[in-house]
């Protein structure tokens, strides 16, 4: 059974279907200029979304540019207003004040940065190059970029403007207010990747991300009964329009209420030829439409543009990205350099948590049917719980074959998820288990602790251990 987790909208899409009258004014085939705007917003959105959560550069920049236009605004309202005594400096104070704050803020910034690319070095060696998708969208690091450019600029107009009759006392004193905001931040940025240095923080954040997305999807599909998951059946009927891929890339996301309200309009059926996270070659088939549908250019460049590719994938409607991730942080664990076996017991405990996420959802009213006697809606192809076990359990098992800890946490997982999935996953679930009695036979064949690594542990070592079968299932 299909099993989609993928976060097919951004925040709030796929909403309840909307009135007839209300679609028709979105999707009216008769104003194409207005459906190719509502198309092109979605696309320019996402990529301006994508564009600023990625970048580093973008809120210190706006930063710099605030601080410019409240230093030379304080300059001009200080005129008009009195200040206690005790607020008031002298020329040469107020210069060597703003003097020393500019080359402290400018000195902190080098240091923030220098920090910031060790960090990056040692994610990359550490946890998986995948990670710093997410390493550059975390808020403190930008805030505190922004603060520290901000603080620079406004302490640079204000010093350009002091005079022999004219110093902005209040300026200066709120300059001082932003340096000790600055130290604060620069304290809170400082605990928070320190902290987040550790790979079992790495996988809390990525689990994160794929209970939230998991949520807004489930959510949002039972409110478009048109929105069908699955692989697509034609039985022998030929697609009246495709659409091909104009250029190579990941498909990052999809505009999910973009694309079923055209097919609603058009009364077809539009089916996505690869799921989110798929590489798709120039020229290679990215949509299929079945039964009536206008056909040109401008059909395809509405279409083509609901669907966004790019570099690399996204976590955003990606969650077997996420998986990924933390298998490779317990990959990385597990290599004879680092040899960190601990490291992936920690990575299975989230592991775990978002496989059992995964199986205990019955989404089987969205799946597509071949006998169904749908012919408007929109169909996406999503991966399969098997799917999903394998990309979790099958690199961790081979790499961590030797390791007794992880194979006794991989066992107690494995029989954990056979309890507690849907039982049309089960089958999979033992499946894993006969080839995880493989591994361990081979690895310990000639090892007098063949038994402790057979053992189920969810601890790994030093928990509550159970002997294998111990709580099997008939199914």
């Given amino acids: 059974m299909c099993v989609p987790v993928r976060h097919l909208l951004l925040k709030g899409a796929l909403n309840a279907p909307r009135p007839e009258s209300e679609m028709r004014r979105g999707y009216r085939s008769g104003r194409s200029g207005e459906d190719e705007r509502t198309a092109m917003s979605w696309h320019t959105v996402f990529r301006l979304r994508q564009f600023a959560l990625g970048s580093l550069w973008l809120l210190p920049l706006a930063g710099g540019l605030l601080g410019v236009l409240l230093g030379s605004g304080l300059v001009l309202a200080d005129q008009s207003i009195n200040v206690p005594s005790y607020w008031t400096y002298s020329p040469s104070t107020a210069t060597t004040v703003l003097s020393a704050i500019v080359g402290a803020m400018a000195a902190l910034t080098g240091f923030v ?26 808020g403190v690091l930008k805030m ?28 200066v004193s709120i300059a001082g207010f932003l340096v000790l905001c600055s130290l604060l931040l ?33 959510a949002a599909l039972a409110a478009a009964p048109d929105v069908f998951t699955g692989p697509f059946e034609p039985a022998g009927e030929q697609p009246a329009l495709v659409i091909r891929s104009a250029r190579p890339g990941a498909i990052q996301a999809l505009d999910g209420r973009g694309l079923v309200g055209w097919a609603r309009e058009h009364e077809c059926l539009v089916v996505i030829c ?12 990215l949509i299929e439409i079945y039964g009536g549908a206008p056909s040109g250019s401008r059909a395809e460049r509405r279409l083509r543009e609901m669907i966004v590719l790019g570099d690399e994938r996204t976590i955003e409607q990606d969650p077997a990205f996420a998986v990924r991730i933390m298998v490779d942080i317990a990959e990385r664990a597990l290599s004879p350099a680092i040899n960190d076996p ?58 961590g074959s030797t390791a007794i800890q992880v194979m006794r946490r991989m066992r107690a997982m494995l029989e954990e998820l056979r309890d507690e999935v849907r039982p049309e996953h089960r089958p999979a679930v033992e499946e894993e288990l006969a080839r995880l009695d493989v591994t361990v036979k ?15 542990d969810p601890q790994g070592i030093g928990g509550r251990a159970e002997p294998p079968g111990h709580n099997a299932i008939t199914c």
Avoid: K
């Fill in 113 to 138: 940065v220098t920090v910031t690319v060790l960090v990056v070095q040692m994610a990359t060696g550490t946890f998986s190059a995948r990670y710093l998708r997410l390493w550059y969208r975390d």
């Fill in 342 to 399: 601990t490291t992936a017991v920690q990575v299975l405990n989230h592991l775990s948590d978002v496989l059992r996420l995964i199986g205990t959802t019955d989404l089987s009213r969205s799946r597509w049917r071949a006998d169904a006697a749908v012919r408007t809606g929109l169909v996406i192809p999503v991966r399969s719980w098997e799917d999903y076990l394998t990309l979790g359990v099958t690199e961790i098992r081979e790499y």
């Fill in 442 to 456: 081979r690895a310990f064949a000639n090892s007098v602790d063949l038994d402790r690594a057979n053992t189920a």
């Fill in 186 to 218: 620069f304290v809170i940025f400082l605990d928070r990747f320190l902290h987040r240095l550790r790979p079992v923080a790495v996988a809390v954040l990525v689990a994160g991300y794929v209970h939230r997305g998991f949520e807004r999807y489930t």
């Fill in 144 to 171: 505190l970029l922004a603060l520290l450019v901000g603080t620079l600029a406004y302490s640079f107009a204000l010093l350009r403007r002091i005079e022999n009759n004219l110093v902005p006392n209040l300026g």
């Fill in 274 to 285: 690869h799921q989110v996270g798929d590489f798709v070659a120039a020229g290679a088939r």
